[in-house]
């Protein structure tokens, strides 16, 4: 994957990247662009969290800890 469609991987990252890492090392990608994809995926991925909270089933709750491992990577915080 070297060319990426920016809006469509805001709205649905999960769609386009198989893990939050796979966000952090895109080549093409600029590290401000790495981080709101990540963002719009930890917000993805909080609803989820709190849909199952509320009775209905999620996929993945742990996603919510990879994507913030993936942001402080690029933010410089581990």
């Known amino acids: 994957m070297s060319e ?3 809006e469509r991987a805001l709205s649905d990252p999960a769609d386009l990247f198989e893990t939050p890492d796979a966000v952090v090392r895109h080549p093409t990608l600029t590290r401000e662009q790495k ?3 990540l963002n719009s995926w930890h917000l993805d ?3 989820l ?3 199952e909270g509320e009775g ?3 996929e993945d709750a742990p996603m ?3 994507v913030r491992v ?3 990577a690029l933010q410089g915080r581990q």
């Open 4 to 6: 990426i469609d920016l």
């Open 35 to 37: 981080i709101r994809i």
């Open 45 to 47: 991925a909080s609803r």
């Open 49 to 51: 969290e709190c849909s």
């Open 56 to 58: 209905m089933r999620g």
């Open 64 to 66: 919510l800890h990879r």
């Open 70 to 72: 993936a942001l402080a």
